[in-house]
T-cell receptor, first 113, second 118 residues
């Protein structure tokens, strides 16, 4: 079983749609969770951290369910500029000295005009 | 702004050549990482370093070595390049990780080096 699993997509949605991505992780000791965004031929960049209580940043909402080891990202009112690959990322630290991140393979979102 | 730079955007080498990929960060980060990214496989960690002269193997270290002589610089070395090392190589840096402090975990990536081995 992969340490972080995502639906690869692609998700093709019209502008203005709401779209949700899901991710599961296998290591119950993971402490930090993130969504990164990667544009075509660019490097990954942090979109948002995911907190236990759930958190929102504008049109983006992230949720964490530790019991089910499940993370989600909801994008409301999709824009053309949201088209990218969304990477689910989980921390597996080693005694706090380092932070090794495990990246999912990503979910491709294509927002259509 | 954190800046992570990589020595080349595109590189073409021949099988058997020794290849050096350089990465420099300007934010005094303790941690530095080398990944490769391949379609369908995502980012895979090759090596990482949490201090000068320290290095740890990642998930796929075979065929690679690293060097960290200065805090800001982390080099990836392909001792004898092979065609299966054709890939996008991404360097990243972050602050020293602290349990429960997710802000320390954010990794900042360089623009990547697309390496082709013929």
């Amino acid at each position: 079983r992969k340490e972080v699993e995502q639906d690869p997509g692609p998700f093709n949605v019209p502008e203005g749609a709401t779209v949700a991505f899901n991710c599961t992780y296998s290591n119950s000791a993971s402490q930090s969770f993130f969504w990164y965004r990667q544009d075509c031929r660019k490097e990954p960049k942090l979109l948002m951290s995911v907190y236990s209580s759930g958190n929102e940043d504008g049109r983006f909402t992230a949720q964490l369910n530790r019991a089910s080891q499940y993370i989600s990202l909801l994008i409301r009112d999709s824009k053309l500029s949201d088209s990218a690959t969304y990477l689910c990322v989980v921390n597996v630290g080693y005694g706090g000295a380092t932070n090794k991140l495990i990246f999912g393979t990503g979910t491709l979102l294509a927002v259509q005009p | 702004d954190v800046k992570v730079t990589q020595s080349s955007r595109y590189l073409v080498k021949r099988t058997g050549e020794k290849v050096f990929l350089e990465c420099v960060q300007d934010m005094d980060h303790e941690n530095m990482f080398w990944y490769r990214q391949d379609p369908g496989l995502g980012l895979r960690l090759i090596y990482f370093s949490y201090d000068v002269k320290m290095k740890e193997k990642g998930d796929i270290p075979e065929g690679y070595s690293v060097s960290r002589e200065k805090k800001e610089r982390f080099s990836l070395i392909l001792e004898s390049a092979s065609t299966n090392q054709t890939s996008m190589y991404l360097c990243a840096s972050s602050l020293l990780g602290l349990a429960g402090r997710s802000s320390y975990n954010e990794q900042f990536f360089g623009p990547g080096t697309r390496l082709t081995v013929l």
